[in-house]
DNA sequence: TAGCGTTGTGATAGCGCTATCACATTTATT
DNA sequence: AATAAATGTGATAGCGCTATCACAACGCTA
């Protein structure tokens, strides 16, 4: 139960009063616009010292219909490609002077949503949004057309007039698993949650990639359709027990899957995951059966963190600049709010290849 | 320059037009309170779909005085402390209907006064701080004074009237320092960074800790402190040469300066890193050297992270629940909200000490 | 029939500001 | 000196809602 009165709160005709002088000047001295003398000025912002007098934003947003505040609806800050994104997103919108109301979908469209609902009725000036499912995505397109800018960062949710901030996630997989297919590497394992129904889908068509619509997948899905791909190239036909989509407790399910993987009569000879904290899981299983990287199996995943290069061997990891591509949301969005009609863009950063230990001896740079 | 025309958008009273019953009647359907007919009801829901009604919150809060919004001072969301607590935070405001408005303080007293400034403009209900200094928070004070109610969490400001989430920072670290010296050690070094005024001042009386006065110190000046009250109790006198406050570029500073102690002509024989980003550091120069733990030097950080328990050998680390924190500041806040006369409320949260590898035969529980 | 509570509706003040007038005063230009 | 322009001030509408009235219509009891 909230208790019901709100505070009194010095307000600005208290200071108006205080200071002597119209409400109107004392609004333009604290507002700072239109025409005010230095005295008044003077007079206004003692005044507004004595009082204790604390601007009112709301009061504000309610007749500028701005609030300088940009919403972001992430899948998960503990996840630390967000952390990292959200970073960038709140220095660069500080810069601009706005903030940040940073909500979580935990990848979820229902919770997505009611995010969405909540940050339109607070009035944000401008959405950065991670769809938590591309093919799921009216709610955020009824958004921009009722005149919010939206950003979408990371994924790509088609049909929607908005401009965005990816990377190329089928290219930087294919590569990849391409220098390990040139590398020698006939057995390749891959391990990624597939969380939504269009990127399972990719599992009933593993030999004909090319006939899949990459603008209805999610990121694991690109990254799935990009090691199909690679193999296609290579004219290789992947094995199916060699692709394995892990459930919803990420890490733990990934170590899960990683053990089953190497029980297989026919193990992989090589193995990639889909994000870091698969990485996570399946390195914590290849410790777990001691087993050595890369002679008994190379390892290469997708995002790269600190401790990569840390534990023994190091791991070779797909790097994503995401503090960078963070700051290249609000970018878009200060630039759309500036001409709402320019046309849209669509920023694809790249991915750099952090190659250590885990890829000695297996990958080759394939273009 | 931003475009000046706020767009137009549908209203309670253009539903009310459609749906032809009075503002009013249409207010209380939409909003939920009062009494409405099922009838009308129905009619002004219908309406409201049709027209693309959206509610807002600005206009709401300008009368009813409360954003339900909570807003977050932290120092920095990519160091994984705070991105767990801003989890549990967020996660736990949202389950009392509260959203949460984000910003960074990058520990940084400056940034932090105007952060509060946006966050008091915005009208947020409630706050949560991590103070960047506690010895300088006149601002937060102030902001409890005028009715904003407050959560530290992580750190404590002496003399605000407000809760707080902390660990006992001292006890902790005196704890890990006491077992490694029961179990043998008498040259441990410290690396952790030493960001204020306050905690410098340590430096100045390694030998009477007791003279120091806690509510003075930050949260690295906590655990040197700690550091230091082992050592008195043990009847050691610690060696100012292993003390080694790193500078700003943490992680990086870390490395060097454990490149520096084990480069002493009498080298420490286990080190204690003031947080996970010292620890980073301080682990890349121990695989640099190819130094061997826990034989050579024995190895403990404060923080724990994944990554710690897959590195060889696995480094010991001290744990803080920090999702739970993060939620327990919220719990403390919506107390408050409810009764704003409440005494102030401490939670101290318990840390855990998890023992791996690289205190092996090290560690000897100490009490 | 009068008197009452219950249920539903409409009118409207006002939250704290900004923006836009109208107007007063000073300074510059012809 | 007359006019125009620049500079400063005050009054006030209104942003989109909620909360508070006043009141009407209805069924109930006495």
């Known amino acids: 139960m909230i208790s019901r009165k709100p505070l009194k709160r010095v307000t600005m005709n208290e200071v108006a009063r205080e200071a002597n002088v119209s409400p109107a000047v004392a609004a333009r001295a604290l507002g700072g616009y239109g025409y005010v003398s230095e005295t008044k000025r003077t007079q206004v912002e003692a005044a507004a010292a004595r009082l204790g007098y604390r601007p009112n934003m709301i009061a504000k947003s309610m007749v500028t219909g701005r609030t300088r505040t940009i919403g972001i609806i992430g899948a998960d800050i503990s996840n630390p490609f967000f952390a990292g994104a959200v970073k960038g997103i709140a220095d660069e919108s500080r810069r601009h002077g706005f903030d940040t109301l940073l909500t979580n979908s935990d990848e979820n469209t229902e919770i997505e949503r009611d995010a969405l609902r909540v940050l339109l009725a607070k009035r944000v000036d401008g959405l950065v949004v991670s769809p938590a499912d591309v093919n799921d995505c009216d709610h955020l397109r009824e958004a921009v057309q009722q005149g919010t800018p939206l950003v979408m960062l990371d994924r790509i949710a088609a049909g929607i007039q908005a401009d965005s901030v990816v990377i190329d996630n089928v290219e930087a997989s294919r590569r990849a698993i391409a220098g390990l297919i040139t590398g020698g590497h006939r057995r390749i394992a891959m391990v990624t949650e597939l969380g939504t129904q269009s990127d399972r889908k990719l599992l009933n068509q593993l030999d004909k990639p090319e006939s899949a619509d990459v603008t209805t997948l999610n990121t694991s899905g690109a990254r799935l359709l990009g090691y199909l791909v690679a193999h296609r190239q290579a004219g290789l036909s992947p094995d199916p027990a060699l692709i394995r989509p892990t459930d919803a407790y990420a890490s733990a399910s990934a170590r899960q899957c990683t053990l089953e993987l190497m ?81 849209s863009e669509h920023r694809v950063f790249e991915v750099e290849s952090i190659l250590r230990d885990s890829t000695r001896n297996a990958w080759c740079c394939h273009n």
């Open 263 to 343: 029980a297989l009569e026919s193990p992989p000879t090589s193995i990639f995951t889909g994000d870091s904290v698969m990485t996570l899981g399946a390195f914590a299983a290849i410790q777990h059966l001691g087993i050595s990287l890369p002679d008994q199996l190379a390892f290469m995943g997708f995002d790269d963190m600190d401790w990569m290069g840390l534990v023994k061997p190091s791991l070779s990891a797909l790097r994503q600049p995401v503090y960078a591509m963070g700051a290249a949301a609000i970018e878009l969005l200060m630039a759309r709010l500036a001409s709402p009609e320019r046309p």
